[in-house]
């Protein structure tokens, strides 16, 4: 079949920009594959992507008119069914055979031509043709409505097409469409031909538009699908790759900041560069400034504001300080920019006016001040005002700092407590809400608080999302575990609990952030007493979540530890035994991975998981061991070898070293070995048996002290776990 490049372009109104990407990869690929189902392209065929503000296009290589015809087996009937006893058609058979479109003028030789084969339970008739192949017009239009529908557009729009509209493919009978944007134009072309498809009220034609303001001509004409990037780019003024017009934004930027000396340093934010991509076609990166003035205004203020409301990429120092220049991304290339410059530099100096306004506002006003004003500031209408949740973080900080560091860390994690949340009341924060902690951390400075006061402010978020940095203090980390575990008690106690991939109180991140908290500072704090601790500043406001929350935070702590490269079968051997200082628990994997290296390693974990089997089927009451009342061999071997390793182990454990902790149960083996060959435990004895499992009882103790042995041993044809021995 001959075969040649498609290119399929949709002319919009301006796209939202921070779906433009998505949206972009997403036409793209969902035509490729539907094309490639179809069997309507190559082996070698590559889907290129583009997206600009104002179009959505895909370039697909070595693409077929028609595709191959396919053989087609169908099983018609068993063989008695179809054939009688004389070999002749039967009724049936030949009902099939039309229903196939069989031609039945001469039955005998359309029988003939039937298969013949077993299908397992005996012969079998199988009608044998070719199934025509897709033909492009037809798959395309199959591919562009597939593709179109499964775009993951944030929100959709209703327009109506008019007949006046100008558009030159309007559909008669369209009124009303759905789109994320209103449709201009649609492009198709196979090569050079253009194909007939229909979308969203527009017929496939090879006109399309280029930049609003610098292109060539208007309308532009696409001669073939190859040289459409290049005729958007010279006629059109239009770098269609999202990709490559990102790249050259970056280069701009980098050129700009070297143009002005090693002084400078463009911060090259990856979110808004993707931003600004998407909303420029032709991009010219400027250079701007604003007067040094505002430099006083804390510089994360600034920044924001000019990336977040300006999308302007701040200059900083080699010292990381931001300097009062910065670098604009335009979409229009003028032979004289100053105008283009002057205007971005008077929106900046308004908007950093009003950073600097809120900035001298909220200083004339202390921290202190502005507590009384949580009471008025409505948290959760179950769990009460900002005011009181301050409380309760304020009760938890004092408890976990006793713990930690005595009365004075205890005062200064209230302290602390007492203030983190009252930024939230300040101009500045009520503008930039990213702001809040930081703002915080800066205006306790100005009140004249220890640095180790507004650090913890300032970091009591942290960590924010993952891979975010810990607070910096001990005040701070204390500070930060009170909160997040107040968030997390408190929306348990209430049933505000995430639901799949709802998690409107962002549970998920707090229960990581309270993991990563304990594991990576070593807190030589125990998880249930923390919950605990948490739930009493709650008083009868809630069901106290105990189990539940321990549970989801072990399901984060177990999922965290598999992204670390831990085994499965490790990680629940570990958690089974619900280790409550969560910051033993690597440790206990590394020891739980030197024990797996061990030659006694599989035995031991077969004999522990069997001692677990007879321990849990056994219906007699605990006993107390006693030593006379071992009889066999065996018996009073495993039970010198056990007083000969366990003390050892026990040490070792309560030491923290788990790794030497079960090193010290290698020795167990051959003992436990011989046990289980000579001795039976279930005897009719009545007194043996309860010693017997009294000695197994001790020993399945020591074993499972670091972890759940058993849980080692291998299932199926897990390869992760230890090797079962009979």
């Known amino acids: 079949m001959k075969q040649n490049n498609l290119l399929v372009e949709l002319l919009v109104e301006e796209l939202p920009p921070k779906a433009l990407k998505k949206l972009g ?85 359309a029988v003939a031509a039937l298969e013949r084969a077993p299908d397992g339970k005996g012969m079998a008739l199988y009608h044998c043709s070719l199934a025509n192949g897709a033909t492009l017009d037809i798959g395309l239009q199959d591919a562009l409505d597939q593709a179109l529908a499964q775009l993951p557009i944030p929100k959709v729009m209703s327009y109506q097409l008019h ?52 292109a060539r001509q208007s309308p532009l004409l696409i001669a073939d699908a190859d040289s459409y990037a290049q005729t958007l780019l010279t006629e059109g003024a239009v770098i269609a790759s999202f990709d490559d017009r990102r790249f050259a934004i970056v280069q701009q930027l980098a050129q700009a900041a070297e143009r002005l000396g090693p002084l400078y340093q463009v911060q090259m934010d990856e979110a808004l560069l993707d931003e600004v991509t998407a909303l420029v076609e032709r991009p010219q990166v400027l250079t701007c400034s604003f007067e040094e003035q505002f430099l006083d205004v804390p510089q994360e203020c600034l920044i924001l504001t000019m990336k977040a409301n300006q999308k302007y990429f701040p200059l900083l120092n080699t010292h990381g300080k931001l300097t009062h220049k910065f670098l604009v991304v335009s979409n229009i290339f003028p032979a004289d920019p100053s105008a283009v410059i002057g205007g971005n530099e008077r929106v900046v100096r308004a908007r950093l006016a009003d950073a600097k306004f809120f900035f001298d506002q909220d200083r004339k006003k202390t921290l202190a001040a502005r507590v009384a004003g949580l009471d008025q500031v409505v948290y959760h209408h179950k769990l009460g005002s900002l005011g009181d949740r301050m ?34 009341l300040t101009d500045m924060v009520g503008e930039f809400p990213e702001l809040q902690g930081i703002m915080g951390g800066y205006y306790a400075r100005h009140d004249g608080l220890n640095e180790d006061i507004a650090c913890a402010i300032e970091d009591h978020y942290k960590p924010r999302f993952a891979g975010d940095t810990l607070a910096r203090g001990q005040t701070g980390l204390v500070l930060a575990l009170a909160d997040k575990l107040e ?81 499965a079968q490790e990680v629940d051997a570990v958690l089974a035994l619900q280790p409550q200082r969560l910051a033993d628990v690597t440790r206990r ?51 010198a070898a056990m007083q000969a390793s366990l003390p050892s182990a026990q040490l070792h ?43 197994l009882q001790r020993l399945h103790q020591a074993m499972n002290r670091v972890a759940d042995l058993s849980r080692l041993v291998k299932l199926g044809s897990d390869s992760d776990c230890l090797p079962c021995t009979p």
């Not at 194909?195 to 527009?202: I, M």
């Not at 024990?595 to 089927?617: M, S, T, V, W, Y």
Request: glycine share 8%; hydrophobic share 50%; proline share 6%.
């Open 25 to 109: 990869d997403a036409f793209a690929g969902v035509l490729f594959e539907q094309l490639k189902t179809l069997g309507l392209t190559a082996a070698d065929s590559i889907a290129t992507a583009f997206a600009s503000p104002r179009r959505l296009g895909a370039h697909i290589s070595h693409v077929s008119r028609k595709a191959p015809d396919l053989p087609l087996r169908q099983k018609l009937m068993p063989l008695a069914v179809g054939l009688d006893a004389a070999g002749q058609p039967t009724p049936a058979l030949l009902k099939k055979l039309a229903a196939l479109g069989a031609d039945l003028s001469d039955p005998h030789a």
């Open 163 to 214: 007949h006046d509209c100008g558009i030159e493919n309007f559909l008669p009978g369209w009124s009303s469409v759905h789109f994320v944007r209103p449709a201009q134009a649609l492009v198709a072309l196979h090569g050079s031909t253009v194909l007939p498809v229909r979308a969203l009220g527009l017929t496939a034609g090879r006109r399309t538009q280029g930049h609003r303001f610098e």
């Open 391 to 424: 409380q309760r973080v304020r009760a938890i900080a004092s408890a976990i700092g006793q713990q930690l560091g005595g009365a004075a860390l205890a005062h200064n994690a209230a302290t602390a407590a007492q203030l983190a949340k009252t930024d939230l």
């Open 487 to 567: 968030t997390l008690v408190g929306m348990f106690g209430i049933g505000n609990l995430p639901s799949g991939d709802k998690d409107p109180f962002a549970l998920r991140r707090h229960a990581l952030g309270v993991i990563r908290m304990l594991v990576e500072k070593d807190l030589p704090l125990e998880l249930n007493r923390l919950l605990a601790d948490a739930a009493l500043p709650f008083g009868t406001l809630i069901d106290t979540p105990g189990a539940a929350l321990a549970e989801f935070i072990g399901e984060r702590l177990a999922s965290a530890l598999r992204e670390q490269g831990f085994r």
């Open 589 to 639: 994997l590394q020891a739980v991975r030197d024990f797996a290296a061990l030659p006694e390693a599989p035995a031991l974990a077969a004999a522990n998981k069997r001692i677990g089997n007879i321990l849990k089927k056994s219906d007699a009451a605990p006993a107390a061991l006693s030593a006379r009342l071992l009889v066999e061999p065996a018996e009073h071997a495993l039970f």
């Open 653 to 695: 454990f309560d030491a923290g070293h788990y790794t030497a902790a079960l090193a010290a149960l290698a020795a167990l083996r051959a003992p436990v070995d011989a046990f289980f060959d000579t001795v039976l435990v279930n005897t009719d004895d009545a007194a043996l048996k309860a010693n017997r499992l009294a000695l």
